[in-house]
């Protein structure tokens, strides 16, 4: 928690915003292409933006949030799940390619859907902007004559700007090629500004006209991004930090809307990616090391994947845990709340405070989510066991206060058990006892431990206690006094903390199971 300095990473941001524009509404702007699934990785666009929204409204400002929907953007190649068939859509704009399912809504309706149903379940309000309706509306006309009047101004801004060569033959602009709905096969021959038309050599060969009101011209991308700037009049805007290098298309596209389009870039937030835990290279849909929000958000509340984005510095590469540290997140989550409500001081309670969807009432419970998944497991997915266990192993004030919070969390734990959590974790209660053959020494462990367990609270923190002193009472190695219990119990060599998991069953149970080996 070291990270979070006297001021949180957000008011800066909101201070530079109030210095600049001390009245009025403030346009936050995110944009992607939907070219494949939306990952966690994707959600942070969108978070981002939405913190500064919620900062925003805080202060007392008036905020609007667009998300540019880039489906005028060209498919760039077929991704590896993406049938062969798809081999003749590249190049094509995303919102003319089919859906993969063989439906009849577009590839870019297709995985646009599920990007704005996580926005709604995660509670983003935005104004969806589609790119290829607005071009088709002539929003970007004038802005695409203006580009093609001053395309060597815009060479150069380009060339002095990120040190590269322009090439001779480049144009501002693609043309949706007739012939074969592709971005990439006409050729640029002129343009007549007062008819809004360009003119082109189809992949036919014969020549055609685009009308740039309709849909049939659209700026190329290091354009594109300024000319929106330009007519939404753009605040601020967070981006993935690779745009944000010098001589990147952020810094570009800040020379061409000031020097091109007479306007002011927006406030920059460049963010860095959200990667797998123990993976360096960023979430990818054709990598296929992704996790989607969709099924992120079966596993947490949204409030905790708001969480997780908006504790972090945006500069900071974050590592998505869907295992093991899903519980731990869970968990910093259920403390850094609890102290905000009961009015403690805590490190990350700015974070939470622009998280939370729902202040009145707890997001999750205090209890740790190891161990409600460990009671889940044993009640057996059983609601009402589970209340009655955990009320047993020492968190009968969490379940009077929260039960309905808890019961809700369990939905959670049942799909985090199913979708990923290690095999470690993941067990069941053998009812028999299982045939497995001890040796003197486990026998001896087994003899001393019934012993201790005879009477004596009955409490997660004790049993562990009785179990290692248990094992140093014979001399057997605590791992080894460990895994012999897990066979008894669960049939593993490994399993959830033994003296909670003991603790949350019948005593007599485990008696009689240990006693079975005597």
Do not use: C
């Not at 994707?42 to 805080?58: D, K, N």
């Not at 003749?88 to 809504?105: I, R």
């Not at 592709?182 to 050599?201: K, N, Q």
């Not at 009432?361 to 057996?380: D, K, R």
């Amino acid at each position: 928690m070291s990270e979070q300095t006297s001021k949180y990473w957000l008011h800066a941001i909101l201070d530079e915003i109030d210095a600049r524009a001390k009245s009025g509404r403030i346009l936050v702007s995110s944009g992607i292409t939907p070219s494949g699934p939306y990952h966690v990785g994707h959600a942070r666009e969108i978070l981002t933006a939405e913190a500064v929204r919620r900062g925003l409204e805080s202060r007392g400002r008036e905020a609007l949030h667009i998300h540019n929907v880039d489906d005028s953007d060209a498919l760039r190649k077929r991704y590896p799940y993406l049938p062969e068939s798809f081999e003749k859509e590249v190049g094509k704009p995303v919102y003319l390619v089919p859906a993969p399912d063989g439906s009849t809504q577009s590839y870019a309706d297709y995985y646009f859907s599920e990007y704005a149903a996580a926005a709604r379940k995660l509670e983003i309000p935005m104004e969806i902007w589609r790119s290829h309706e607005e071009y088709g509306r002539g929003v970007f006309a004038d802005a695409i004559v203006t580009a093609l009047t001053r395309r060597d101004d815009i060479a150069k801004i380009l060339a002095h700007v990120s040190q590269r060569e322009v090439p001779a033959d480049w144009q501002p602009i693609q043309i949706l090629d007739i012939t074969t709905k592709s971005l990439r096969t006409a050729e640029f021959l002129g343009f007549d500004a007062a008819t809004y038309t360009v003119e082109y050599r189809a992949a036919d060969g014969a020549v055609h006209q685009a009308d740039m009101r309709s849909g049939e011209v659209k700026l190329d991308w290091r354009v594109d991004w300024p000319a929106r700037w330009a007519i939404l009049g753009v605040d601020v805007e967070g981006f993935g930090k690779e745009h944000a290098t010098k001589g990147g298309s952020y810094e570009t596209g800040a020379a061409i809307v000031r020097e091109i389009f007479d306007a002011e870039p927006p406030i920059a937030v460049p963010f860095n990616p959200i990667n797998l835990k123990g993976d360096n290279q960023k979430m990818s849909s054709s990598l296929g090391n992704l996790v989607t929000i969709a099924d992120a958000l079966e596993v947490i509340p949204p409030d905790i994947l708001r969480y997780f984005v908006f504790k972090s510095l945006p500069q900071k590469v974050l590592a998505f845990d869907p295992g093991v540290g899903m519980g731990q997140l869970i968990d910093e989550y259920a403390a850094t709340e609890a102290a905000v409500r009961s009015g403690q001081s805590t490190a990350f309670k700015d974070a939470w405070e622009v998280s939370v969807l729902d202040q009145d009432h707890a997001t999750v419970s205090t209890v740790p989510f190891t161990h409600l998944a460990t009671v889940y497991q044993t009640a057996q997915g059983d609601s009402e066991r589970v209340l009655e266990l955990l009320t047993r192993t020492g968190h009968a004030q969490a379940v009077r206060e929260d039960a309905s919070v808890i019961e809700r969390e369990l939905k959670y734990v049942a799909a985090w058990l199913e979708r990923f959590a290690p095999e470690s974790s993941k067990f069941s209660v053998l009812l028999e006892a299982p045939e497995v053959t001890l040796q003197s020494t486990q026998k001896d462990f087994i003899v001393a431990l019934v012993e201790k367990l005879a009477d004596g609270a009955w409490e997660g923190d004790v049993l562990q206690a009785e179990i290692f002193a248990a094992a140093q009472q014979v001399a057997l190695a605590p791992k080894e006094a460990f895994s012999t219990l897990y066979q008894l119990f669960i049939g593993k060599t490994a399993g959830p903390k033994l003296g909670p998991f003991l603790a949350s069953q019948d005593r007599d149970f485990v008696l009689t199971r240990l006693n079975a080996y005597l």
